[in-house]
């Protein structure tokens, strides 16, 4: 076979490893004066020059921080970064992460004329195909996230897959995505590059320097110890890849990453391999094909991956390999040969098997750590670290400049693990999975399979024995759906109503109708005491806290830039006492936070210490009448009230509180007295329908009272207003609280950016979250979060619109939404993976906009 006349002009050639090794592109080599050793200080040190610590020293700089310092123990791009196959893909399933690799990809285009070092960019673009009905309909919901992001990309029919990509045979394909514009690097001389610009902007680089050692007083990062000298500096960023949990460790933080081999094979000369083709994405088959020098690079994520243990790669390995594992590539590269029978006749000229971290949930660590202030890591990227280098990057700085999460970064929040999903045992084994996560089906509600049952709570049997189908939260097995008798508890994903659908509608039933219990045992729970509680309660919350002892208020966490860090429920247990409830995923970083902001009161976790049961419902007053003397009603027990009083066998504080919207009490117990108190409630119960409720059904009773969720509604970089919970702050309290400064200049006036209830008009159509929102055709905002609504007969959620009210056709009361100023119905409208849906949006809730059944 001649040479494709293109061969020589390959700018991508990120193999061998040579190129890199002998560019001798260290520091010394972007300028003679550029120094060898550590600086006795710098403003910010990052440690690990790979495409990450790259790219958050070049946005530093950006943002004036030319003070930094990148520390890298071999050379720049000798980790992971060299290695990668170099794909820059901007679809990603979150809007999030899709604004991070669009920005990525942007970058890379620019970076030479910026570094003067070609990173081997082409825009060849990407085409993900599917094999099943299923696989489509996923690719569709990309289509519409790429619409909402304005990115070119288009639905083709097996025979437009066959033109768009001759060498593939697409017998079995329902179908495929062209995403144009996409992108590859070559990935070493894209970290190279980068960090050759963040050079020309004042960063100094020091190669063959290893981070032995973290300094702090107290609970703040005040140096970084090097095998050459130590460096005082007010930040230190942690962007080592797979070896940030070896250097976190060094402060005693503990990250939830691990390593596991990856692999991808280089083939010669192939028949038909064009640089031009976009990269292929076999999703059912696992694996991808890209263009490299006239043949391919296969690469692939296989269902069952190999973890692999910190301990087992040599400290010093440096643009290293692991020995082939041709058995462990062999089914990916049959799939392979099968959609590209070229590649049957092709030599593998490289089998590549090299590291990379993987984390629990799929999304990378980025921020600063709870434990320890200024010490922030970005690392754990599952594979995408090119894709997202460059946005994470200016994500990160960012926040670093601000002190404060400037974009939506709560998905991939370092703090969002507890500290049992750090061990290495759960990691390892969660690991074998998360690697084929990446092209496994991304299914609404998927839930992992290994490395469960990390944290069961007291009930947990008792559940089970119910018909229970857990979720994970931050390891914590918690109830979603109850399996009526004679079915599995198992999920059977698919992108429609899924078949806990009915289940979850008799629970909702339950909890509008009759009564429903819902454990919800994970939340986070701590003490704030002693003489000085009242004072860290008020400078840690948004509200006025100085009520009376038994009051309970929903407040805000805030930080410096009025971002929502959590939301609460505070309940003033004595005058000195305070119980704070909040999100189960806010846990890790709350203690550290109340200790450091409500210095001197004593802050206490109490999260394992208390169960909770939720008694929600039209009958709940009545069940709970049965096991209690305590007066319960609205005069003496009102919305709002938190008492201690007896339930049954148990001693309890319950608070006068409902998620649901409905009539209600939270019943905290000690742990040990939890299932005497759920069995005392079942009983009493029983004749009034009580039954169990998971979280799908609280989800939908929660949308449909428009009630946030963290974590997906708002976030550490939305403030109050944004959210609607302006009513959480009290501007004038005497207190200066976290966040007030930032929070008074934006009081004024309804926020333009801001959440909105929204519902579908067809009662067929589910939401699961990211949809966009359309005003006559245009998006004008996008899905929060979105569940099923029973009582109103439809999905509901909210959405995050950029519009004045009166802006938009949504009514002020719920009902009339639909009618637009102009009288035209159905104007708004949510893209549900390719099909307009007519909605309608309201400021009030759905459901009892009054609140009259939840407050009596
Ligand atoms: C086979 C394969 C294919 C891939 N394909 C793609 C792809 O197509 N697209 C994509 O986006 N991603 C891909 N990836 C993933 C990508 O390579 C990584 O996500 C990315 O390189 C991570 O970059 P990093 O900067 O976090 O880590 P690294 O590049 O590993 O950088 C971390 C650096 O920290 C240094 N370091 C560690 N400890 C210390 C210490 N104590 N002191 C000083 N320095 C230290 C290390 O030497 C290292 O250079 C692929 C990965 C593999 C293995």
């Not at 002998?22 to 120094?35: G, H, I, K, M, N």
């Not at 922030?376 to 404060?404: E, K, T």
């Not at 200066?736 to 929204?758: I, K």
Request: with cysteine; glycine share 12%.
């Amino acid at each position: 076979m001649s040479e494709p006349p293109d061969r020589l002009r390959d700018p991508a050639p990120n193999h061998p490893p040579e190129h890199l090794r002998d560019a001798t592109l260290s520091a010394r080599s972007f300028d003679p004066r550029a120094v060898d050793d550590p600086p006795a200080r710098a403003r910010a040190v990052v440690i690990g020059g790979g495409i990450v610590g790259a790219s958050v020293a070049f946005h530093l700089a950006e943002l004036g921080w030319r003070d930094t310092v990148v520390l890298e123990r071999g050379r720049v791009g000798c980790g992971t970064s060299w290695h990668a196959a170099g794909l820059v893909t901007r679809t990603r399933g979150t809007h999030a992460q899709t604004e991070m690799a669009m920005y990525s990809r942007d970058f890379y285009a620019a970076l030479a004329a910026r570094s003067g070092i070609d990173p081997g960019y082409y825009e060849s673009g990407s085409l993900s195909i599917a094999q099943t009905p299923e696989r489509m309909t996923e690719l569709d919901y990309a289509l519409a996230m790429a619409r909402h992001h304005g990115l070119p990309a288009r639905r083709l029919g097996p025979a437009e897959i066959a033109e768009a990509w001759p060498p593939v045979d697409v017998r079995g394909l329902v179908g495929g995505a062209l995403f144009e514009g996409d992108a590859t690097v070559n990935p070493g001389v894209a970290a190279l590059a980068t960090a050759k610009a963040a050079f020309e902007l004042g960063v100094r680089f020091v190669e063959d320097c290893r981070v032995v050692g973290l300094r702090r007083e107290g609970s703040r990062v005040t140096g970084v110890e090097t095998d050459r000298g130590t460096i005082e500096c007010e930040v230190a960023v942690i962007a080592a890849g797979l070896w940030s949990p070896a250097v976190a460790g060094l402060a005693g933080v503990r990250l939830a990453l691990h390593a596991a081999e990856h692999m991808w094979v280089q083939t010669g000369l192939v028949e038909g391999a064009d640089r031009d083709l976009p990269i292929l994405r076999d999703l059912d088959g696992h694996v991808y094909v890209r263009h490299y020098r006239g043949g391919f690079v296969v690469g692939a994520f296989e269902p069952e991956g190999k973890p692999r243990t910190l301990a087992s790669i040599p400290p010093d390995f440096a643009f290293g390999e692991f020995k082939p594992d041709r058995r462990h590539f062999e089914p990916s590269l049959a799939k392979a040969r099968l959609r590209v029978p070229a590649l049957r006749k092709a030599a593998v000229e490289h089998f590549l098997n090299a590291p990379e971290s993987f984390t629990p949930d799929g999304a990378f660590l980025l921020g600063e750590t709870a434990e320890i202030a200024g010490l922030f890591v970005a690392a754990g990227l599952n594979s995408q670290g090119i894709i997202l280098g460059p946005g994470l990057g200016r994500a990160l700085a960012a926040w670093i400049d601000a002190g404060s999460p400037v974009t939506d970064v709560a998905e991939v929040d370092v703090r969002r693990f507890s500290p049992e999903q750090t061990t290495a045992a759960f990691l390892f084994e969660r690991t074998r999975e998360s690697l084929g996560r990446l092209y496994a089906m991304h299914w609404p509600n998927l839930q992992p399979e290994t490395a469960r049952g990390l944290r069961r709570g007291p009930l947990y049997e008792r559940l089970a024995a119910a018909g229970a189908c857990f979720g994970e939260t931050a390891g914590w097995e918690r109830a979603n759906w109850f399996a009526p008798p004679g079915t599995a508890p198992v999920y059977r994903y698919s992108y429609g109503r899924q078949n806990w659908f009915a289940a979850a509608a008799a629970e909702h039933r339950a909890a509008r109708e009759a009564a429903a219990l819902f454990d919800l045992s994970s939340f986070a729970k701590f003490r704030v005491q002693g003489a000085a509680a009242l004072g860290a309660v008020q400078r840690l919350f948004s509200s006025d806290l100085d009520r009376a002892p038994g009051s309970v208020t929903y407040t805000c966490l805030l930080n410096e830039r009025g971002g929502i860090e959590a939301d609460v429920t505070v309940t003033r247990l004595a005058p000195d006492d305070f119980l704070v409830v909040a999100p189960t995923t806010t846990q890790s970083k709350l203690l550290p936070w109340l200790t450091r902001h409500g210095d001197p009161a004593v802050v206490v976790d109490v999260t394992s210490a208390l169960g909770v049961l939720s008694l929600t419902g039209p009958f709940s007053r009545d069940v709970l009448a049965t096991l209690t003397g305590a007066a319960l009603d609205d005069a003496a027990f009102p919305y709002g009230m938190g008492k201690r009083i007896e339930v049954g066998r148990a001693l309890c504080l319950a608070l006068r509180i409902s998620y649901a919207g409905e009539l209600g009490w939270e019943l905290y117990a000690p742990a040990e007295s939890l299932p005497a108190l759920y069995d005392d409630l079942m009983a009493a119960g029983a004749p009034f329908g009580l039954r169990p409720g998971g979280y799908h059904a609280l989800d939908g009773l929660r949308a449909e009272k428009g009630f946030r969720h963290w974590g997906a509604d708002m976030g550490p970089a939305d403030t109050p207003f944004e959210a609607g919970l302006g009513f959480t702050v009290a501007l004038d309290k005497d207190t200066e609280f976290v966040g007030r400064a930032a929070l008074r200049d934006r009081a004024a006036g309804p926020s333009r950016r801001r959440l909105v209830g929204v519902k579908l008009d067809d009662p067929q159509a589910l939401l699961h979250g990211g949809e966009s929102l359309l005003l006559a055709g245009a998006v004008v905002g996008r899905v929060t979060s979105g569940a099923y609504g029973h009582t109103v007969g439809a999905a509901v959620g909210l959405a995050l619109v950029e519009a004045a009210p009166g802006e938009l056709p949504g009514a002020a009361v719920a009902g009339d939404a639909a009618a637009d100023p102009n009288g035209a119905p159905g104007i708004v409208a949510v893209d549900v993976a390719g099909t307009s849906v007519p909605a309608t949006l309201s400021e009030q809730p759905f459901h009892d906009p009054a609140g009259t059944r939840m407050r009596g």
